[in-house]
């Protein structure tokens, strides 16, 4: 638990403060009956320095496992092999007095990275994936899949021209020799092939990389991951012009035969709500559940959840902890989800790792009572997305961006919905191609479309219409 759970030292196993894998069996099978996937998150680019394989390594020069990790001699003047750093602070490289080695964690130094190019790694790696598919999972999100190949002669990577004082370590120099090689598309395709054996399962890759490099993960003949998650909507400029740009280049560099996907939120970036407010987070939600593509969706952001803020002696993120004060940590965007009224909103009886925060009337039992809270509203986005094949599997055809107006259709042959977005918080005017009838508002009250064609949008108002 140094990284909470991205340090793990049995793959096949359940860690006993979480339960036991009886547990996990009867969540698969009770979780099925009810319709929904179970994925897993698979971490299989570095390990526990608790795990075996390593407690073995780091035995000596001539462990059998030595090579199952990245040992490498020290520089000439007795330093790190080359300038890498860690994703948490500091050198990626740590010394072992007793080998005269080092080794490289592109995260904490209790997360050693695995030998990829070792193929014992790969056997034992795809084996991992196998005992989870036996016992009936839907598929994995593969954690940091960009990193699982280094360059093999461990290059120097150059800095980063855009650095400022104020962002983390790691963005001192561009990743470019320890992360996305060619030859990880190899391994990815190794996966799916492991995936493909057992179904219909689906692979999901956590990639952080320009939206070219980005869509060369679903690999030659998408023989490569399902979903590389397309992080660009957390870390977009929040403004119309931006995000249809963005929508139409992201578009636009899929392969053939690409399937989509926008991701809102996750457990390692503010929360949405926190990004850009909640009124534009109501838009943000229509925005997500109206794209083409598989939407991900944080869980707490369909309540409209903030970030909490998490006082210096509560911090437990080990980022926080190794570069403190530059705003890195990801504690605020991690605390419990809100269930109810009662105590720690339902969440747990025992005291939660991370405080509650404030605002706990945004919790399931509440907004489940309120017509116009975010939880219903994204209920509704998901019954219209199921009701309307052009929102589920339609084309993406932008329209434009208007100053604070972005308007966009989805189609099929049978059937056209116009989405049109006020991304500003000012009344907006939207002249459509004739009479529209509104599917859905963000806001409560219903709003009347001009037979003209002429559509007043509120502050932050979000909407779906059909042509009357
Ligand atoms: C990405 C995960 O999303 C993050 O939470 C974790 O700290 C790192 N990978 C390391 O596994």
Known sequence: ????????????????????????????????????????????????????????????????????????????????????????????????????????????????????????????????????????????????????????????????????????????????????????????????ATLDAYGDKVLIGEIYLPVERLVAYYGAGLSGVHLPFNFQLISAVWNARNIAELIDAYEAALPEGAWPNWVLGNHDRPRVASRIGAAQARVAAVLLLTLRGTPTLYYGDELGMMDVPVPPEAVQDPWEKNEPGLGLGRDPVRTPMRWDTSPNAGFSDGRPWLPMGDGLERNVATETQDASSMLALYQRLLELRRAHPALALGDYEGVSAQGDLLAFWRRTPEESVLVVLNIGHEAASYQAPGHFRVLLSTHSSDLETGEDGTIDLRPDEGLILKPA
């Open 1 to 192: 638990m140094a990284d909470f759970g991205y340090d793990v030292a049995d793959y096949c196993g359940v860690d006993p403060i979480f339960g036991t894998l009886e547990d996990f069996d009867r969540l698969v099978s009770d979780a099925h009956a009810r319709g929904l996937k179970i994925i897993l998150d698979f971490v299989p680019n570095h390990t526990s320095d608790q795990h075996p394989w390593f407690q073995d390594s780091r035995q000596g020069c001539d462990a059998p496992k030595r090579n199952w990790y990245i040992w490498r001699d020290p520089a000439p003047d007795g330093g790190p092999p080359n300038n890498w750093m860690s994703h948490f602070g500091g050198s990626a490289w740590e010394f072992d007095p007793a080998s005269g080695q080092y080794y490289y964690h592109a995260y904490l130094r209790q997360q050693p990275d695995l030998n990829w190019r070792n193929p014992n790694v790969r056997a034992a790696m795809m084996d991992v994936l196998r005992f989870w598919l036996e016992r009936g999972v839907d598929g994995f999100r593969v954690d940091v899949i960009w990193h699982l190949m280094k360059d093999p002669s461990f290059r120097d990577n150059p800095p980063n021209p855009h650095y400022a004082p104020g962002q983390p370590a790691i963005a001192r120099h561009l990743e470019i020799h320890s992360t996305d090689q060619p030859e990880v598309l190899d391994i990815i395709a190794e996966m799916r």
